[in-house]
């Protein structure tokens, strides 16, 4: 009787539901089917299937098999109580975007000095503080839509794992809005399988006085403790030989051993520390387990260099890195000024970025990071541009060997695009909501299928 009284209040639910799906919100909702479909056929292949048997449903039916589903709905996150084995791929995360629908302004990693998202071009494309635009625009990091469009593409990558770029505790210039980026995308992260870890940035500490001080060494060991608090004790927090990784960019200010010393110790015992290339003998041997790679304007030469001469496999843990290019925005938007050096890598296609990766994998690293995800004020993203599509990613799956498809990434993009542009859709914000859950499931097939239907009821621009 119980589930008999439950399907027919889900019954009742979408009587008053479904026809949202049909009428409202949009010019473009009522579509020819057939033309799309034929339309769609001969622009790219990669979407017949998500459109077969079209003809053939009843979205009332469908609503109501994913109304039964969602009650006993729970992601999958069995994998990620286990060390991930061999060498995992990590991506360096820039948490720090905002936008004014999101957060009521426009951050400064997307305007810098000078730029005004507010403006378009003649291509529709807002004014931002980068070389390259975002294939769904610019966005921000507090948005659940974004966070779970990110985690999917990661996902279907091939990604095990975040690095996010981390600022202190501080409230001075954006840290706070950087740290509260970072808590709010773990909401959505802890759902998956994904794991991540923190990047501390100690050149944070130097906002609040010209030389180092007592005080200056006592916010670094809060900001360290705020870490071990806050974020140590997630079961997805990323571990290397048993022990939490914490990595440090830098140091860039402290760079006294004594003073790591000091920093680290009610910490030591339970961390892995792992500094920027080069810098171990600034933290000190006793604080520090290893270092990893970065990105420098001689590219291969200098990880070369790295590897073979600058650190002992042996007695380290070591992190490679690969990188797509790089090409920063500072001197254009007003933060480094016209005297200042500056060098440039070009992406070369995909090249730069599998020389990267093949100079990382011939030696034994621990992990790989990506330098970056989404860093467009340096141009080092490899998220999905309008500049480069999707091919950093559909490289990264053959460096990864998962079993997703290329085409496979298209499916975040129309997930993402479809929630923005019917915002008061009933179904769509229902339906795509249950597609993320299939795809990151496992489930590709019926996330497919549903977004095909999606894409078919709305006139949608393909990937």
Not at 17 to 30: A, E, F, P
Not at 179 to 196: A, H, M, P, Q, Y
Not at 354 to 381: K, R
Request: hydrophobic share 35%; aromatic share 14%.
């Amino acid at each position: 009787m119980k589930g008999f009284l439950k399907v027919s209040v889900i019954s009742t639910l979408l009587l008053n539901s479904v026809s949202s799906c049909v009428y409202q919100d949009s010019g473009d909702i009522l579509v020819n089917e057939p033309e799309l479909l034929t339309k769609t056929k001969e622009k790219d292949n990669r979407y017949v299937g998500w459109l077969a048997g079209y003809e053939n449903y009843d979205l009332e039916e469908i609503m109501q098999e994913e109304y039964i589903h969602d009650i006993d709905y729970k992601f999958s996150t069995e994998q990620s109580l286990q060390e991930v084995k061999g060498n995992p791929i990590y991506v360096h995360y820039m948490p720090w975007f905002q936008t004014k629908k999101i957060d009521g302004f426009w951050g400064q990693h997307w305007t810098m000095t000078n730029r005004n998202p507010e403006r378009f071009n003649s291509d529709g494309e807002r004014e931002i503080a980068s070389h390259y635009y975002p294939l769904i625009g610019p966005y921000a990091t507090k948005d659940k839509a974004l966070q779970q469009y990110h985690l999917l593409l990661m996902k279907l990558s091939g990604v095990d794992g975040i690095i996010f770029d981390w600022y202190g505790i501080r409230d001075v210039l954006d840290f706070k809005r950087i740290r509260e980026g970072v808590d709010s995308f773990l909401l959505e992260l802890e759902k998956t399988n994904i794991k991540f870890a923190i990047m501390y940035e100690d050149r944070v500490v130097k906002e609040q006085a010209r030389n180092l001080t007592q005080i200056q060494i006592e916010q670094a060991k809060n900001d360290l403790l705020y870490i071990k608090n806050k974020y140590f004790s997630k079961q997805q927090y990323i571990k290397v030989n048993g022990k939490k990784l914490l990595m440090i960019f830098g140091p860039n200010f402290i760079n006294q051993k004594d003073d790591w010393t000091e920093i680290l110790k009610f910490m030591k015992n339970e961390t892995n520390v792992l500094s920027l290339w080069k810098t171990k003998d600034i933290i000190g041997e006793e604080n520090s387990s290893g270092e990893y790679a970065w990105i420098d304007k001689n590219h291969t030469e200098t990880l070369y260099g790295f590897y073979n001469y600058g650190i002992n496999f042996n007695s380290n843990i070591i992190g490679g890195v690969t990188y797509p290019r790089f090409n920063d925005f500072y001197k254009e938007g007003g933060w480094r000024s016209l005297q200042e050096d500056e060098w440039k890598l070009d992406a070369r296609g995909t090249k730069t970025f599998i020389e990267s990766y093949q100079e990382s994998i011939n030696h034994p690293i621990d992990f790989m990071q990506i330098a970056t995800w989404n860093d467009f004020g340096e141009g080092t993203m490899i998220e999905p541009t309008k500049d480069f599509g999707f091919n950093h990613l559909e490289k990264l799956q053959e460096f990864t060997q998962v079993d997703y498809k290329k085409s496979d990434l298209r499916l975040p993009y129309h997930i993402y695009q479809l929630k923005k542009q019917f915002p008061k859709e009933y179904c769509v914000q229902f339906l795509t909501a249950k597609a993320y859950e299939h795809a990151m499931n496992g489930r590709l097939e019926r996330a497919k299928f549903l977004i095909g239907l999606l894409m078919l009821k709305y006139t949608v621009p393909l990937a």
